[in-house]
T-cell receptor, first 113, second 113 residues
């Protein structure tokens, strides 16, 4: 599985935007970029995913570099409820292993009131 | 509440005992996954079911671990002769198909004493 690199931790203030970076320099052409987050004492929760174009949904935005070697998850206005570990995951688009999510350690986001 | 349900939420067992952990996936989801999460780490893949069959059990650490999904719905993860190193949060997830968004349960915290 292609690897991703994320900062161990980040801090933000409530109601400010947060940009969570992810490097994936060995990404292949068929890999989707997925983001999940895990709130304290909860299972992971899907946030967003994309392939090449930037994506927006009600939770967040995903900005993907033109060469696809990095991406950024954007929370437009952080709330205290956004405090969680955020995982950037590469998932095969096709082939025998496209069901598998391989989690790293993720980024622990702290949101200050 | 139509989410993934895991029971029990907590299980304390003595070393050497047998335990069963149950997962009720979202109705209609054909894909089911088990993950294990140790403190400070991301979830680690154990096994993937498509319908009733285990399509990939490569993540099971050894032959003390076994999982079944006899009717393509509920799944049970079985651990024989538990060891202290088996202590972790066991997460179950389901998805409509193998490559769509995965929905996780809250996990079962297993403690082997």
């Amino acid at each position: 599985d292609a690897k991703t690199t994320q900062p161990n931790s980040m801090e933000s203030n409530e109601e400010e935007p947060v940009h969570l970076p992810c490097n994936h320099s060995t990404i292949s052409g068929t890999d989707y970029i997925h983001w999940y987050r895990q709130l304290p004492s909860q299972g992971p929760e899907y946030v967003i995913h994309g392939l090449t174009s930037n994506v927006n949904n009600r939770m967040a935005s995903l900005a993907i570099a033109e060469d696809r070697k990095s991406s950024t998850l954007i929370l437009h206005r952080a709330t205290l409820r956004d405090a969680a570990v955020y995982y950037c995951i590469l998932r095969e688009n096709s082939g025998g292993s496209n069901y598998k999510l391989t989690f790293g350690k993720g980024t622990l986001l702290t949101v200050n009131p | 509440g139509a989410g993934v349900s895991q029971t029990p939420s907590n299980k304390v067992t003595e070393k050497g005992k047998y335990v069963e952990l149950r997962c009720d996936p979202i109705s209609g989801h054909t894909a089911l996954y088990w993950y294990r999460q140790s403190l400070g780490q991301g979830p680690e893949f154990l096994i993937y079911f498509q319908g009733t069959g285990a399509a990939d059990d490569s993540g099971l650490p050894n032959d003390r671990f076994f999982a079944v999904r006899p009717e393509g719905s509920v799944s049970t993860l079985k651990i024989q002769r538990t060891e202290r190193g088996d202590s972790a949060v066991y997460l179950c997830a389901s998805s409509f198909s193998g490559n769509t968004e995965a929905f996780f349960g809250q996990g079962t915290r297993l403690t082997v004493v």
